[in-house]
């Protein structure tokens, strides 16, 4: 079982940035391929950011130029850089670790952090 710890949200300006971190344990950190999701109120959850295993990053439209994906398989971390923020950015954001071993899938979640952008 691996459980996943998001931090780093907050309240911030148009404009402004944060990085979001999601901390990982209880698995093999390298072997997943992870991402960002976020929910905002009244909205399905969408995907923002996704990193897999080897390093590729791919991003919703509405985030690219704006936010990098990273991971540090060292420290078992995921991290989401978010500049230029958007009031349309605001949402709770969720860790999520993936993997597929031939038909059995691997799907956890974080527990979400806020971030809302407003002046």
């Known amino acids: 079982q691996v459980q996943l710890v998001e931090s780093g949200g907050g309240l911030v300006q148009p404009g402004g940035s944060l990085r979001l971190s999601c901390a990982t344990s209880?698995?093999?950190?390298?072997?997943?391929?992870m991402g960002w999701y976020r929910q905002a109120p009244g909205k399905q959850r969408e995907l923002v950011a996704i990193?897999?295993?080897?390093?590729?990053?791919n991003y919703v439209d509405s985030v690219k130029g704006r936010f990098t994906i990273s991971r540090d398989n060292a420290k078992n971390t995921v991290y989401l850089q978010m500049n230029n923020l958007k009031p349309e950015d605001t949402a709770v954001y969720y860790c999520?670790?993936?993997?597929?071993?031939?038909?059995?899938?691997?799907?956890?979640w974080g527990q979400g952090t806020q971030v809302t952008v407003s002046s």
């Open positions: 209880g698995g093999i950190f390298s072997i997943y391929t």
């Open positions: 990193i897999t295993r080897g390093g590729s990053a």
């Open positions: 999520n670790a993936y993997n597929l071993v031939v038909t059995t899938k691997y799907d956890y």
